[in-house]
């Protein structure tokens, strides 16, 4: 009789242990729910057992929510190992910035990370996951714009996989042995969960579908305004958070899945100028675009500064149309992006 590999034994101790705790804690649960009702367990580590049942949801990623269509972020179905998942060469869809205003910090990062790709990719829980490992970037969003955008770069499953800001306050190693949404947890941070969910002060609301493997996080700053805007794939979600003004931020993201990654694509910083509001202004009248530039009757050389300055802006794209009736739900087509955004713009400008 073939004897067990000792890692699969260990990890089975310790995947039981955790168990325990849990059923100690919370009493006889064995199951919740998610924001859309589906049934999810505690575990985010890899079924590598076949006493595992193959139907626990927590352990099968979310698919088909990438930006692109390309073949290695398609749907795929459920196998008994997330290795199979990992793709032998990662898409490069919409990774086409060159220069970033921030990195990853190696300084500020949980125990259970490692950093790759001139540390702007991510990667939590090399081996297996005990806990929830968190990052935040090594750069304080000071005051004007901030925009940056995270690609998820491999399975997205587990308690929680979370995007984000937070404040030099929040300890990011303090659940290094507990499973939980550790962005929103206090009212020092914010977070977007896979699942939907957006965290703070320990509430969760719902905001948005869910993201997977292949899905493109973008957040927005206005520390100016004093607002926090959440995009998935390009596309606005809403507005999460007002009256952030006189605040320090760093962005964060944090993963309790087991050898799960996430990587910055894009990071730009901008003062809160006449020229930016001109230029989001101009988005606003022109969204059907995929780049505003393109459709100005601007000088070559005019739209080149203002593409290397203010790129970012131009191609954003804010949703203005009428909520409809999926949309109160969580749909990604909120309105609100370009309504709250422009509201909030007006109030302040006319007090200055």
């Known amino acids: 009789m073939a004897r067990r590999p000792r890692s699969s034994r260990a990890w089975r101790f310790v995947l039981s242990g955790v168990r325990r705790e849990a059923d100690g804690r919370a009493g006889p649960r064995g199951w919740g729910y998610d924001s859309d009702g589906q049934q999810?367990?505690?575990?985010?580590?890899?079924?590598?057992?076949?006493?595992?049942?193959?139907?626990?949801?927590?352990?099968?990623?979310?698919?088909?929510?990438?930006?692109?269509?390309?073949?290695?972020?398609?749907?795929?179905?459920?196998?008994?190992?997330?290795?199979?998942?990992?793709?032998?060469?990662?898409?490069?869809?919409?990774?086409?910035?060159?220069?970033?205003?921030?990195?990853?910090?190696?300084?500020?990062?949980?125990?259970?990370?490692?950093?790759?790709?001139?540390n702007r990719k991510v990667n939590f829980h090399m081996e297996y996951s005990c806990g929830t490992a968190a990052i935040r970037g090594n750069k304080?969003?000071?005051?004007?714009?901030?925009?940056?955008?995270?690609?998820?770069?491999?399975?997205?499953?587990?308690?929680?996989?979370?995007?984000?800001?937070?404040?030099?306050?929040?300890?990011?190693?303090?659940?290094?042995?507990?499973?939980?949404?550790?962005?929103?947890?206090?009212?020092?941070s914010w977070g977007l969960s896979y699942t939907g969910l957006l965290?703070?002060?320990?509430?969760?609301?719902?905001?948005?579908?869910r993201f997977g493997q292949g899905s493109i996080i973008g957040v927005h700053l206005d520390t100016w305004h004093g607002t926090l805007t959440f995009f998935k794939n390009r596309k606005c979600i809403g507005v999460a958070a007002t009256k952030l003004q006189n605040k320090k931020f760093y962005p964060m993201v944090c993963s309790t899945a087991a050898k799960s990654s996430m990587k910055v694509i894009r990071s730009c910083a901008s003062r809160t100028s006449l020229q930016y509001l001109c230029c989001f202004r101009l988005r606003q009248l022109l969204p059907d675009y995929v780049d505003t530039l393109e459709v100005l009757p601007l000088p070559p050389g005019l739209k080149q500064v203002l593409h290397n300055k203010l790129g970012w802006v131009l191609s954003m794209?804010?949703?203005?149309?009428?909520?409809?009736?999926?949309?109160?739900?969580?749909?990604?087509?909120?309105?609100?992006?370009?309504?709250?955004?422009?509201?909030?713009?007006?109030k302040r400008c006319r007090r200055t």
């Open 40 to 118: 999810h367990s505690d575990s985010d580590s890899e079924p590598e057992f076949s006493s595992l049942s193959p139907s626990i949801p927590s352990a099968i990623p979310v698919t088909g929510e990438s930006y692109c269509n390309c073949e290695n972020q398609s749907e795929a179905p459920y196998c008994s190992s997330l290795h199979a998942l990992h793709r032998v060469r990662d898409c490069r869809c919409g990774e086409e910035d060159e220069y970033f205003d921030w990195v990853w910090d190696e300084l500020n990062k949980s125990t259970a990370t490692l950093l790759t790709c001139d």
């Open 140 to 188: 304080e969003l000071a005051e004007g714009q901030h925009f940056w955008e995270i690609k998820m770069t491999s399975p997205v499953y587990g308690t929680d996989m979370m995007v984000g800001i937070g404040t030099s306050d929040v300890n990011l190693d303090k659940y290094r042995h507990t499973f939980c949404s550790l962005l929103g947890k206090d009212e020092d």
């Open 317 to 346: 794209n804010y949703s203005t149309s009428k909520p409809s009736s999926s949309s109160s739900s969580g749909s990604d087509s909120d309105s609100s992006c370009g309504s709250d955004a422009e509201a909030c713009q007006r």
């Open 199 to 209: 965290h703070h002060k320990g509430d969760k609301t719902n905001f948005s579908s």
